[in-house]
């Protein structure tokens, strides 16, 4: 069983590389996006995540997934990771970070 400060560790590890993958076509990071509506470790660490799409029918969503699932089965404590794609809410801009705004230019 995980520590409170370990699983905190961990999270913050799974979103600094949530932080390196990026939609081609937006330079910005999933996680800055809003993509990522959930994460969830348990003290297993199995990562339950549950992230969206700009767009429902995102040409790129599987090399996203690949990349988010690759990138998340390396951070050290993660034992599995299972993305759970959904689109409610549906994504708006708003859910991005100020500076996924401000890099786009919507500031």
Not at 28 to 49: A, K, M, P
Request: glycine residues 4%; contains cysteine; negative net charge.
């Amino acid at each position: 069983m995980m520590s409170n400060e370990q699983k905190q560790a961990i999270e913050e590890r799974i979103v600094e590389m949530l932080r390196t993958v990026y939609d081609p076509e937006i330079p910005v990071n999933v996680y800055d996006l809003g993509l990522i509506y959930s994460i969830d470790l348990n003290d297993d660490g199995h990562l339950d995540v549950d992230m969206t799409f700009t767009a429902p029918n995102c040409p790129i969503a599987d090399f996203i997934i690949t990349d988010v699932q690759t990138k998340l089965e390396s951070v050290d404590g993660v034992e599995s990771v299972k993305i759970n794609i959904v689109f409610e809410p549906e994504w708006t801009p708003d859910m991005m970070t100020e500076e996924a705004k401000l890099e786009l230019g919507m500031l």
